[in-house]
C-alpha cells in the first residue's frame, strides 16, 4: 500500500522560504511531483522529479527546487522568495504512468493529504 505523508506548510511573508517533505512508503518507483491547488482553482503541478531529471512550472522555476532523499523515501520541495500567488495547498505525487506529462495531475495515481502555504504580502 503506498502512503505519502506532507508536512512543512505555515505562513510566511513575501520573500521568505519553506522547505515542504513528502514522506512515501510501499512505493518503489522513480517519478514524482508536487502540485498546489488554490482555493477555486485546478490542481497545477509546479515540479517533479524522474530519474534525477527536474521539471518545474514557469512560475516557479528558479524560485523552487524539487529532491529526493532515498535513503529517507522522502521527497522535497525547497520554496524560496515566496510570493502571495504561492498561496495554496500543496499535495505531493508519485506513480508517475508516462501517459501524461510530469506536471499533469492525470499522470499520478497516489497522492498524500495535503499541506497549506499562506503567503502574505
Known amino acids: 500500500q503506498v502512503q505519502l505523508v506532507e508536512s512543512g506548510g505555515g505562513s510566511v511573508q513575501a520573500g521568505g522560504s519553506l522547505r515542504l517533505s513528502c514522506a512515501t512508503s510501499?512505493?518503489?518507483?522513480?517519478?514524482y511531483g508536487w502540485f498546489r491547488q488554490a482555493p477555486g482553482m485546478q490542481r497545477e503541478g509546479v515540479a517533479a522529479?524522474?530519474?534525477?531529471?527536474?521539471y518545474y512550472a514557469a512560475s516557479v522555476k528558479g524560485r523552487f527546487t524539487i529532491s529526493l532523499d532515498n535513503t529517507k523515501s522522502t521527497l522535497y520541495l525547497q520554496m524560496n522568495n515566496l510570493k502571495p500567488e504561492d498561496t495554496a495547498m500543496y499535495y505531493c505525487?508519485?506513480?508517475?504512468?508516462?501517459?501524461?506529462?510530469?506536471?499533469?495531475?492525470?499522470?499520478?495515481?497516489?497522492w498524500g493529504q495535503g499541506t497549506q502555504v499562506i503567503v502574505s504580502s
Open positions: 505525487a508519485a506513480g508517475f504512468t508516462g501517459y501524461y506529462s510530469m506536471l499533469d495531475r492525470r499522470a499520478y495515481p497516489y
Open positions: 510501499g512505493y518503489i518507483g522513480s517519478g
Open positions: 522529479m524522474n530519474r534525477d531529471n527536474p
